[in-house]
């Protein structure tokens, strides 16, 4: 008797172990596409299909984390469709995220992953709704226009529109840019400049252009030595 009910105990401990565990979230897809590593940190470029929310990001910060132990100080890089790996601008992500230091941790820092370990995520781009909203839009501008693609700028948080009128001999390309409020914030009329094989749009006086090619709209700085400070992928 004193055998069984040891037995007994012992399933149940195993039982309510099992219970209390943390029930195995999902892991949203992702792709690793480039390490960037210095003498102090390790940067990964992770390529994302949609928007995400915090606790996604987490999750994949985790999932990375724990398949790549050996790195001691590690960022994340979110990038959406569209996004370049290579670019001018320090914030042409969606999102990034660092693991800490027991040395660098405040108390703010509350943000944990699945094994406890503290990061600090700080999202730049716009929710799911929030670009869903943008790219409804319909302004009266582009009736009976061909609009060559809709395209979040999660800076500005506004879409930028360009299209071409059909009517119009001389083929111009139109930019427009629209806030939330669906109010026109931008508009251009951008200079044709053929570069080789490559279309440029010169949106400034001083140069600064922009190229539409695959459906990805990307600006450069005219000095940003060809690299785009944002790339974009239309209706993302």
């Not at 007994?8 to 209390?20: D, G, K, R, T």
């Not at 944990?112 to 302004?139: C, M, Y």
């Not at 001083?206 to 539409?212: A, E, K, P, V």
Request: proline share 4%.
């Amino acid at each position: 008797m004193t055998i069984l009910l040891k037995n007994i105990s012992v399933c149940l401990l195993a039982v309510c172990l099992y219970a209390c565990k943390k029930p195995a979230q999902n892991v949203p897809h992702y792709t690793v596409s480039k390490v960037i590593k210095t003498d102090t940190l390790t940067t990964l470029n992770v390529h994302i299909s949609n928007r995400m929310t915090g606790p996604q990001l987490v999750l994949i910060a985790g999932k990375l984390k724990s398949d790549s132990t050996a790195i001691q100080n590690l960022e994340i890089h979110y990038l959406l469709p569209g996004n370049a790996d290579i670019t001018a601008g320090d914030n042409s992500y969606y999102a990034s995220l660092r693991y800490l230091k027991d040395a660098d941790v405040k108390a703010t820092d509350t943000l944990k992953d699945e094994n406890d370990k503290v990061v600090r995520l700080k999202i730049f781009g716009i929710s799911q709704t929030s670009a869903s909203h943008l790219l409804s839009l319909q302004p009266k501008e582009t009736a009976g226009k061909n609009i060559m693609g809709r395209f979040i700028d999660d800076y500005n948080h506004t879409v930028i529109i360009p299209f071409k009128d059909p009517l119009d001999k001389k083929d111009e390309l139109y930019v427009i840019e629209l806030d939330s409020a669906a109010k026109v914030v931008s508009a251009t009329v951008p200079l044709k400049v053929v570069d080789g094989a490559t279309t440029k749009w010169q949106v400034t006086q001083h140069g600064d252009y922009l190229t539409l090619k695959d459906s990805v709209l990307a600006q450069y700085a005219v000095d940003g030595l060809g690299m785009p400070f944002n790339s974009i992928k239309s209706g993302i």
